[in-house]
């Protein structure tokens, strides 16, 4: 091995210790500095977060309090606009208004909460909460029934339903126009 190849080695090794050098204080000025910001860790379940206006969680059937029934009418157009086909429904045998579900079962497991069937309802009857705490290691009980529904409901107090908030038209021409 020549001088002039030592010293080719030599510099490429001074370069790699000088580039690596470079790369370890920046890496600690990076964490010091945001060491010493407010902290954006939520200590979940502890702490835990509340969702904001429209957010699509869990689900509930509304329940009409002056004829004591739910508000569902059967109809399947709910099932009919789930893009998931996670709804199933079955009706008795009145008909028109008269008519009330036997069997509402909504499988949430399969659900991806897109909100479709809420709009679709022409009754005002099934709405989505703000719950999203689901974690189950049976994936059976992810299967929630009218019964279930209407309880979540009640006990949410909920008498219309949950719509997200309405962008003003001041920003939608905003928006449309970038």
């Given at each position: 091995?020549?001088?002039?190849?030592?010293?080719?080695?030599?510099?490429?090794?001074?370069?790699?210790?000088?580039?690596?050098g470079?790369s370890?204080?920046?890496?600690?000025?990076?964490?010091?500095?945001?060491?010493?910001?407010?902290?954006?860790?939520?200590?979940?379940?502890?702490?835990?977060?509340?969702?904001?206006?429209?957010?699509?969680?869990?689900?509930?059937?509304?329940?009409?309090?002056?004829?004591?029934?739910?508000?569902?009418?059967a109809?399947?157009?709910?099932?009919?606009?789930?893009?998931?086909?996670c709804?199933?429904?079955e009706?008795?045998?009145?008909?028109?208004k008269?008519?009330?579900?036997?069997?509402?079962?909504?499988?949430?497991a399969?659900?991806?909460?897109?909100?479709?069937?809420?709009?679709?309802?022409?009754?005002?009857?099934?709405?989505?909460?703000s719950?999203?705490?689901f974690?189950?290691?049976?994936?059976?009980?992810?299967?929630?029934?009218?019964?279930?529904?209407?309880?979540?409901?009640?006990?949410?107090?909920?008498?219309?339903v949950?719509?997200?908030?309405?962008v003003?038209?001041e920003?939608?021409?905003?928006?449309?126009?970038a």
């Amino acid at each position: 091995m020549t001088v002039k190849e030592l010293l080719r080695d030599a510099w490429g090794i001074a370069k790699d210790i000088a580039t690596g050098g470079f790369s370890l204080l920046n890496g600690h000025h990076v964490t010091m500095t945001n060491f010493w910001r407010p902290r954006v860790t939520e200590w979940y379940p502890r702490e835990k977060r509340v969702p904001p206006p429209g957010f699509r969680g869990g689900f509930a059937q509304l329940w009409d309090a002056e004829r004591d029934r739910p508000n569902c009418i059967a109809c399947q157009l709910c099932a009919r606009a789930c893009p998931d086909n996670c709804i199933y429904i079955e009706g008795d045998d009145a008909k028109g208004k008269n008519k009330r579900p036997v069997v509402f079962d909504l499988d949430m497991a399969v659900c991806m909460f897109c909100g479709l069937c809420v709009e679709a309802c022409p009754h005002n009857a099934l709405t989505m909460t703000s719950e999203y705490e689901f974690s189950t290691a049976d994936k059976g009980s992810l299967i929630v029934t009218l019964e279930q529904m209407i309880e979540t409901g009640k006990r949410l107090g909920l008498t219309e339903v949950q719509r997200p908030p309405q962008v003003p038209a001041e920003a939608q021409a905003t928006e449309e126009q970038a």
